[in-house]
Each structure stands twice: as C-alpha cells, then as structure tokens.
Nanobody, 118 residues
Framework: QVQLVESGGGLVQPGGSLRLSCAAS????????MGWYLQAPGKRRELVAV???????NYADSVKGRFTISRDNAKNTVYLQMNSLKPEDTAVYYC????????????WGKGTLVTISS
C-alpha cells in the first residue's frame, strides 16, 4: 500500500520559516518525480515545486528564491524548506509522487496545513 505522509505544517508569523517533509512508503521514490502542491480555501490546487528522479527542479514563480525542494532517496523523503513566509502562502500543502516510467501512476498525500498569520 502506497502512502505519502506530510508533516511539518503549522502556524508561523510572516517572515518565518517552516520545513515540510513527505515520507513515502510502498514505492521506490527514486523513480518518481516528487512534488509539493498547495490549495488555498476556495481555490484550485496548484504547483509549488517539483523535483524529478534526475533531480531536475521547478518552482512556481511565487516561491522562487524563498522555497527550496530537496529529496533524500535513501529515506524515501522529500522536503520543502519555506523561508520568508507570507500570509498568501497560507494553504494546505500536499505531497505528490508521479512515476517517471509508468504513465498515470501517481499518488497524493492527505496534506498538511500551513497558516501564516501574526
């Protein structure tokens, strides 16, 4: 059974930092593109950052220079370091895994809530 379990969300003040983690089980994450997506209340889910199996990285323009995605294949874990947080970063953050070799093989975590507020 495949599971993606996010952790690290919480309430922080504007300008603060958080580090999200996504632990994968039931898959060999090294052959997956791992990503983080966010969904704000009343809005569609959107890409934050992805890292491919070859460690190629892509960020949404809104987080460039503030967020850093990384992966530890030995731990089957992907991270999202979030700095200089803004109130508009408030959302549920979801982990995603897409198999780079099998089309349509994709998994989602249940999400972790990030709230940026003073």
């Amino acid at each position: 059974q495949v599971q993606l379990v996010e952790s690290g969300g919480g309430l922080v003040q504007p300008g603060g930092s958080l580090r999200l983690s996504c632990a994968a089980s039931g898959i060999i994450s090294s052959i997956y593109t791992m990503g983080w997506y966010l969904q704000a209340p009343g809005k569609r889910r959107e890409l934050v950052a992805v890292i491919t199996s070859g460690s190629g990285i892509n960020y949404a323009d809104s987080v460039k220079g503030r967020f850093t995605i990384s992966r530890d294949n030995a731990k089957n874990t992907v991270y999202l370091q979030m700095n200089s947080l803004k109130p508009e970063d408030t959302a549920v953050y979801y982990c995603n895994a897409k198999n780079d070799y099998v089309k349509g093989m994709e998994y989602w975590g249940k999400g972790t809530l990030v709230t940026i507020s003073s």
